[in-house]
């Protein structure tokens, strides 16, 4: 089936500091991936949509400064969240589409981020 | 815009029973998908069921079901013979028949299933 791996699970950062998460589809091509934060007991709430080899395109009130996308291969996508802040902290959940067009978004098992 | 309704936050049930899951929308859309995901204590999503909407037949996988109301925008998720395994966090979710669109997610109904 489709697998969809995130790399680190967990990471714990001090303040002012950035982190990157990986996503990656193994085993498909994935031309968008779509990023999600969830805090805790919420639902999920997209971020930004990833097409590989363009810029990433952001939900409103999402700082794209602060949280850079780069969707560099169709096979992964890295979400940078700069200067990193407590209130950051948060489950960060990445998804992929397969290709050819299968109307189905396959989920990363999440990153926690915890910024101290 | 799309948004998706999810008007029980919590809800339990005995091991066994059958339990249904309220799930309504809003769109314009003619033609869109309808998901049910699962999310256990792992956090790890699990797509239980899909519905594409201009199928009439409501969707079916195992002990999974729904009930597909296109004019009355409903989509009920009802789950038989509930297991221990079934407890986790259920979301219903929207997306548009288009290549690269979003899905929409509900708030979420956290399933107890009780032994």
């Known amino acids: 089936g489709a697998v969809v791996s995130q790399h680190p699970s967990w990471v714990i950062c001090k303040s002012g500091t950035s982190v990157k998460i990986e996503c990656r589809s193994l085993d498909f091509q994935a031309t968008t991936m779509f990023w999600y934060r969830q805090f805790p007991k919420q639902s999920l709430m997209l971020m930004a949509t990833s097409n590989e080899g363009s810029k990433a395109t952001y939900e409103q009130g999402v700082e794209k400064d602060k949280f850079l996308i780069n969707h560099a291969s169709l096979t992964l996508s890295t979400l940078t969240v700069t200067s990193a802040h407590p209130e950051d902290s948060s489950f960060y959940i990445c998804?992929?589409?397969?290709?050819?067009?299968?109307?189905?978004?396959?989920f990363g098992p999440g990153t926690r981020l915890t910024v101290l | 815009a799309q948004t998706v309704t999810q008007s029980q936050p919590e809800m339990s049930v005995q091991e066994a029973e059958t339990v249904t899951l309220s799930c309504t929308y809003d769109?314009?859309?003619?033609?869109?998908?309808l998901f049910w995901y699962k999310q256990p204590p792992s956090r790890q999503m699990i797509l239980v069921i899909r519905q594409e909407a201009y199928k009439q037949q409501n969707a079916t996988e195992n002990r999974f079901s729904v009930n597909f109301q296109k004019a009355a925008k409903s989509f009920s998720l009802k789950i038989s013979d509930s297991q221990l395994g079934d407890t986790a966090m259920y979301f219903c979710a929207f997306m548009k028949m288009n290549r690269d669109d979003k899905i929409i997610f509900g708030k979420g109904t956290r399933l107890h299933i009780l032994p």
């Open positions: 998804s992929a589409r397969v290709v050819p067009v299968r109307d189905e978004q396959f």
């Open positions: 769109t314009s859309e003619n033609n869109y998908y």
